[in-house]
DNA sequence: GTCTATAAGTCGATAGAC
DNA sequence: GTCTATCGACTTATAGAC
């Protein structure tokens, strides 16, 4: 709605973000938001009213970002390979700059308050999602071509696609409290995360559908 | 420690899993805990001191299912195929009798506080979680049987193979909020993908290493 | 063991001085 | 616009009667 004019208030949005990211909406609390931004805990209701209402802004803002990431990425490259090489590096690339973005979305809609079902209902109305035609374009037109297998759910494959390259973010706590020696090299699991998930999911359609 | 005795001590119990499962330490409420057993909110105090004792329970139990889901899913049957295939039908067979596991775990984790902390460090000690070394043994024959790719990624296939069964189980929230009619039909895509996982992970590995 | 009543603490929100 | 002080709602926890 309105402007961010003051910098004050760009500075507490941009802290409230963090926090949010980190905690969740039951977890984050004004004072701790207060603290790190570097003000008074009453500057936060000047700007923003309430905590709900903070809660509100951002939220939809988040949310609208992780959504954008996934529909973005798939972009028609001219064949299935291309297309799915893309996606792959593109949401993967996104997602790390705000790593703690797919946990957040999933937590704040497992837990369902009424901020989030305004903010969904009204997204679906206006801004309807986009799905995902150009992969499902491609694979219809692999398949005629016999270059993957005509049984291929296309439904189950977009799972196992999108699920590959999120799942490292959401399973990222976990793995680092059992396996913190794989995480410290976050940065190459990534990368080579990438290549990995190209080529199962790749070959995995090609392969001829032999066994039950 | 203490046998659980009194049938209403178990009561709660169960109903405290459940709310807990739900909506996570910050978001559970000793009075909605109260209510749902049909009990007076002085018996939770009565029989496990305080909330902290009570999650602290909870969460050792249901971390430990967790992790045991995984671990125990791994079997070695005879060849390649076939233990995936077990894996694969074992650990979604588990974790649809309690769905709402894995976001339990990974939002309580991502949270940290200390008893998470306290609860892991103590479960590395004396319980050495299981590697999946089953699957490792099964991947090294099969490559030098020239049956998959010499150069897969044994930990980066490992992490698709676990990602895309638990996937389903945390992107449920968020999928359910955008196409709710996938998950109507929750039990079926659930079939479903036992075989959609099975058939793109073992042909993607059986695939040639051609292309980057 | 079970309940009511209430203490004690936390957190969001606001009043009011500057 | 900014700060201090405080209110009031909510939540955990306990005291004390039965």
Not at 98 to 123: C, H, N, Q
Request: include cysteine; charge should be neutral.
């Amino acid at each position: 709605m309105a402007e961010l004019s003051t910098s004050k208030e760009k500075q507490i949005l941009s802290v409230a973000i963090q926090v949010f990211l980190e905690r969740g909406f039951h977890g984050a609390k004004m004072q701790e938001i207060a603290d790190r931004a570097g003000v008074n805990k009453a500057m936060l209701h000047y700007y923003f009213r309430s905590k709900d209402r903070l809660y509100a802004m951002i939220f939809e803002k988040l949310f609208m970002e992780f959504m954008n990431s996934i529909a973005d990425s798939f972009e028609a490259e001219g064949d299935l390979a291309l297309t799915l090489k893309h996606f792959i590096n593109s949401i993967i690339d996104r997602l790390r700059q705000t790593p703690d973005l797919p946990l957040f979305v999933a937590r704040e809609l497992s837990w369902g308050g009424p901020v989030v079902y305004k903010t969904i209902r009204r997204m679906l109305q206006k801004n309807r999602f986009k799905t995902p035609q150009i992969i499902l374009d491609e694979i219809e037109n692999a398949k005629q071509r016999g270059e993957i297998d005509s049984s291929l759910d296309p439904v189950q494959f977009i799972f196992t696609l999108v699920g590959s390259c999120i799942y490292p973010f959401l399973a990222r706590p976990i793995v680092e409290s059992i396996f913190p020696e794989l995480i410290e090299n976050w940065e190459t699991l990534l990368e080579q995360r990438k290549e990995a998930v190209f080529r199962v999911l790749y070959y995995g359609i090609k392969g001829e559908g032999t066994n039950a």
